[in-house]
């Protein structure tokens, strides 16, 4: 497992490299489902921390803490392509060919429309904060099942 700031390096460096850009909140997005495939997929997590269900969908804290200062902007901060294994490299353009060309408003969207952040949100309302962590397995299931019905 790696931390969600290699994974936000990797976007980060591969959206400016394409010429792309990337806000925060779709930062956060992107990592999580980048997360949640790698459960599908290879049958463990990829991200070693957790998300939490926010108001504006799931949020690495200490992603939230790095580039808060962004707010709705662009993240234009030079980063430096982290060394992956090559399966993991592939993973991450896999995921960013599926879903970078939503925007983070999208993003969130889907998001709230997935079993994960809504359990995750049981008996909050939508405005209220809220840290309850995703459930990983809850992530795994729900993302597997997706996959068999596509």
């Not at 662009?74 to 599926?98: D, F, G, R």
Request: aromatic residues 14%; hydrophobic residues 40%.
């Amino acid at each position: 497992m790696i931390s969600a700031n290699t994974v936000a390096d990797f976007f980060l460096s591969f959206a400016h490299e394409h010429g792309d850009y990337i806000t925060p909140l779709k930062l956060q997005k992107l990592v999580y489902y980048a997360d949640a495939w790698h459960l599908v997929n290879f049958d463990e997590a990829l991200v070693n921390e957790d998300f939490e269900a926010w108001i504006h969908g799931p949020v690495v804290r200490s992603l939230y803490t790095r580039f808060k200062d962004y707010r709705w902007n662009p993240i234009l901060c030079e980063v430096t392509k982290p060394q992956l294994p090559s399966e993991i490299e592939e993973h991450l353009h896999e995921t960013y060919e599926a879903f970078g060309g939503f925007s983070g408003f999208e993003l969130e969207r889907m998001t709230h429309e997935e079993k994960p952040w809504i359990d995750a949100r049981k008996g909050y309302e939508p405005d209220d904060s809220c840290g309850v962590i995703i459930n990983k397995q809850t992530m795994r299931d729900f993302y597997t099942a997706s996959a068999l019905e596509a």
